[in-house]
T-cell receptor, first 114, second 114 residues
Framework: GAGVSQSPSNKVTEKGKDVELRCDPI?????LYWYRQSLGQGLEFLIY????????KSGLPSDRFSAERTGGSVSTLTIQRTQQEDSAVYLC????????????FGPGTRLLVL | GNSVTQMEGPVTLSEEAFLTINCTYT??????LFWYVQYPGEGLQLLLK?????DKGSNKGFEATYRKETTSFHLEKGSVQVSDSAVYFC?????????????FGQGTTLQVKP
């Protein structure tokens, strides 16, 4: 079956612009996670969804970052007024129900802020 | 707080050599422990996991044992191949209220030479 997909695969934007990153989880997976992979900070958790609600947003680095999930499926991560330090690979993962279950990762979106 | 520490890389080995990548953790509860691998140009994949003390995870010839007394989860393989060249990440997730969010180590790059 299809894995986790993310789009776009690459995004180049100018400082100050808004960007939207999309994640399509594996069908039937209720848990969805966003992570960020950057040279300076390694792999960091951003936000967790269970269904359409986000019980854990503790990793979002600032109020410029937001995310939503609709229909218990697709999720969008939005970064407003992008800064150069936002440049990173943004990874999405899903699991069947969260908790100790295996998370399956998408290929990521590579964001470059000029 | 919760954290994961991995040995720094890069690790360079000849084919058929023995591999150990050290991983130690700090956790407030009883974590589940994971090794993820990222092959060049590919997304993160779960390599193996262990959910309680003394469990051994294994996959593709790799093994790791959950050692509560030493808070460690070292990755081992008896005979590495060139195809094992990748970045390896140790990670944990902690209950209770376990969202399943992963806390990653910094990653260790393994290069295997023919």
């Amino acid at each position: 079956g299809a894995g986790v997909s993310q789009s776009p695969s690459n995004k180049v934007t100018e400082k100050g612009k808004d960007v939207e990153l999309r994640c399509d989880p594996i069908s039937g997976h209720t848990a969805l996670y966003w992570y960020r992979q950057s040279l300076g900070q390694g792999l960091e958790f951003l936000i967790y969804f269970q269904g359409n609600s986000a019980p854990d947003k503790s990793g979002l680095p600032s109020d410029r970052f937001s995310a939503e999930r609709t229909g218990g499926s697709v999720s969008t991560l939005t970064i407003q007024r992008t800064q150069q330090e936002d440049s990173a690979v943004y990874l999405c993962a899903s699991s069947h129900q969260g908790g100790r279950e295996t998370q399956y990762f998408g290929p990521g979106t590579r964001l470059l802020v000029l | 707080g919760n954290s994961v520490t991995q040995m720094e890389g890069p690790v360079t080995l000849s084919e058929e050599a023995f591999l150990t990548i050290n991983c130690t953790y700090t956790a407030t509860g009883y974590p589940s422990l994971f090794w993820y691998v990222q092959y060049p140009g590919e997304g993160l994949q779960l390599l193996l996991k262990a959910t309680k003390a003394d469990d051994k995870g294994s996959n593709k010839g790799f093994e790791a044992t959950y050692r509560k007394e030493t808070t460690s989860f070292h990755l081992e393989k008896g005979s590495v191949q060139v195809s094992d060249s990748a970045v390896y990440f140790c990670a944990l997730s902690v209950p209770p209220g376990n969202t399943g969010k992963l806390i990653f180590g910094q990653g260790t790059t393994l290069q295997v030479k023919p």
